[in-house]
C-alpha cells in the first residue's frame, strides 16, 4: 500500500468558458484553494493530493495556463491574465470531480487588494471529504431527520455586563470530520476537547461569559451553530477545528475569516428574504425600503467583516509563541459558518490532523491548554481594545 489518498485525483482538463474556469479531474479530490498574485497579474490554484495534467484551454481574461508541482505531491494550475481578475465564487460539482471558477474582471487597485486577503478556498461535497489519508474508503451514513430546536446552552459566567463569547467545536454525530493518518483520532473528538478547554480558560479569566454550541457528540448544522451565538446576543464566534491535507508534511494553525465576495452574496441574499425581522440584531428590516434594507445590511457586515479580520490577526499573532502556525495564518473563505451579518467570526483551525506531530500536539492535554491559553490571550485583548475604543469616543 502506497498510502495515497484516495482523492489523489489528476488534472485532466482546464479551459476557460467567458467568464469561467472549468477545471476537471479523473478522480473526485479533496479540496482547492486560490489566492491572487501581482506582478505580473495571475491566479494560483493549488489542488490538495493532485497531480498535474497538460490539457488547458485559455481564453477572455486568461492569456495562458500552465501546471506544476511546488512541492511533489500537490498540483498547481497558474492562470496568466491578460487583464486584471479575481476569483469572484468557486465550486465543485456534485461528483467532486468538477471545480468551476467565477472570474471578475476587475480595475488595478482592487486586484492588488484581492492578492492581499490571501486564499479562498473550495470543499467538495461532503461525502468526497471523508475518507482516511490511509484507507481507500468511504462510508455511507444516513443523515437523521431535523430534531426540534434544542434548548439554548448554558452560559457559564454570571455578569451580564461581561461580553459573550461563543465557541463552536466543528463536526460531531455522524460527521466525524477529518481522521488522523493512522485512524484513530476523529476531528470531532478533538475540537470538541478543545473547546472544553478554552471554556475553562475563558471562564477563570473571569473576563467574559462563554457558551458552547455542542458539549458532547452531536451534529448541528452550520445555520444552527451562529444561530445560537445570535439568539444568545454573543460578541464573539470561535469555530474550533481541525486541518487536512494530501501532503503530511503540512503543519500549523490558520485562521479564516469571511472572504469579500462571500459577504457581497450573503448580504444580497439576506436583503432579498421575505422576513427581515431577525437579519440584524435589534433592527426589523421587515417594511424597509430594499434599498435601505441592502444598504444597512452591506454596512453592518462591513464593520463584522473588519472586527472579525482584526480579531484573526490578533489571534495568529497570540498563538506564535505557544503552538505551531502557518506563515500565511490569515485567510478568506466563503465558510457558510462565518456568515451571520453582525456577528464577529472566525473560524480557527488549530492544526493539521493530517499531520502526525501536529495531530500528537492537539490530542494531547498540553496542547490543548496552549491553545486555550492562544484563544484567552486574544480575547483579552480583543475586549480590551474595543472598551477603550469605546470609551476614547465617548
Given at each position: 500500500m502506497t498510502g495515497a489518498p484516495s482523492w489523489a485525483g489528476a488534472v485532466q482538463d482546464v479551459k476557460v468558458q467567458g467568464d469561467r474556469v472549468v477545471i476537471r479531474f479523473n478522480e473526485p479530490v479533496r479540496q482547492a484553494s486560490a489566492f491572487m498574485l501581482a506582478g505580473p497579474n495571475r491566479i494560483a490554484v493549488d489542488v490538495d493530493g493532485a497531480t498535474p495534467g497538460a490539457a488547458h484551454r485559455p481564453g477572455g481574461a486568461v492569456a495562458s495556463i500552465r501546471q506544476g508541482s511546488p512541492d511533489g505531491s500537490n498540483a498547481r494550475i497558474v492562470l496568466d491574465l491578460a487583464r486584471p481578475a479575481i476569483v469572484a465564487d468557486g465550486s465543485f460539482g456534485s461528483d467532486g470531480r468538477t471545480l468551476t471558477l467565477a472570474l471578475r474582471t476587475v480595475d488595478d487597485a482592487r486586484f492588488a487588494r484581492a492578492a492581499a486577503e490571501g486564499r479562498m478556498s473550495f470543499l467538495p461535497p461532503?461525502?468526497?471529504t471523508?475518507?482516511?489519508s490511509r484507507h481507500n474508503y468511504s462510508e455511507r451514513v444516513t443523515?437523521?431527520?431535523r430534531a426540534a430546536p434544542a434548548r439554548l446552552p448554558r452560559?457559564?459566567?454570571?455578569?451580564?455586563s461581561r461580553p459573550l463569547?461563543?465557541?463552536d467545536a466543528g463536526h460531531g454525530g455522524h460527521d466525524p470530520g477529518a481522521i488522523s493518518p493512522d485512524g484513530k483520532?476523529?476531528?470531532?473528538d478533538i475540537t470538541l476537547q478543545v473547546a472544553l478547554a478554552i471554556r475553562d480558560a475563558l471562564v477563570a479569566s473571569g473576563k467574559v461569559r462563554v457558551a458552547l454550541t455542542r458539549d458532547d457528540d452531536r451534529y448541528l448544522i452550520h445555520r444552527e451553530r451562529f444561530g445560537v451565538a445570535r439568539q444568545l446576543g454573543a460578541d464573539l464566534f470561535i469555530s474550533i477545528h481541525c486541518d487536512s491535507a494530501g501532503n503530511a508534511t503540512a503543519s500549523g494553525a490558520t485562521v479564516y475569516t469571511l472572504s469579500e465576495t462571500a459577504s457581497d452574496k450573503e448580504a444580497a441574499r439576506l436583503a432579498a428574504r421575505e422576513n427581515k425581522s431577525d437579519i440584524l440584531a435589534g433592527v426589523d428590516l421587515g417594511d424597509t425600503n430594499p434599498d435601505i434594507s441592502s444598504i444597512l445590511i452591506d454596512l453592518t457586515q462591513r464593520e463584522t467583516m473588519n472586527a472579525s479580520a482584526g480579531f484573526a490577526r490578533l489571534l495568529g499573532r497570540?498563538?506564535?509563541?505557544?503552538?505551531?502556525?502557518?506563515?500565511?495564518?490569515?485567510?478568506?473563505?466563503?465558510l457558510l459558518v462565518l456568515k451571520a451579518p453582525d456577528l464577529p467570526s472566525v473560524l480557527f483551525e488549530t492544526g493539521y490532523i493530517s499531520n502526525t506531530s501536529d495531530a500528537a500536539f492537539l490530542a494531547s492535554p498540553e496542547g490543548q491548554r496552549k491553545v486555550a491559553q492562544t484563544v484567552r490571550r486574544a480575547v483579552d485583548i480583543h475586549f480590551a481594545t474595543r472598551n477603550a475604543t469605546r470609551l476614547a469616543s465617548r
Open positions: 461532503f461525502s468526497y471523508q475518507a482516511s443523515v437523521p431527520a452560559i457559564y459566567g454570571n455578569d451580564a463569547v461563543v465557541i483520532l476523529r476531528e470531532k497570540e498563538a506564535q509563541p505557544l503552538i505551531p502556525v502557518r506563515a500565511n495564518y490569515h485567510r478568506f473563505a466563503s
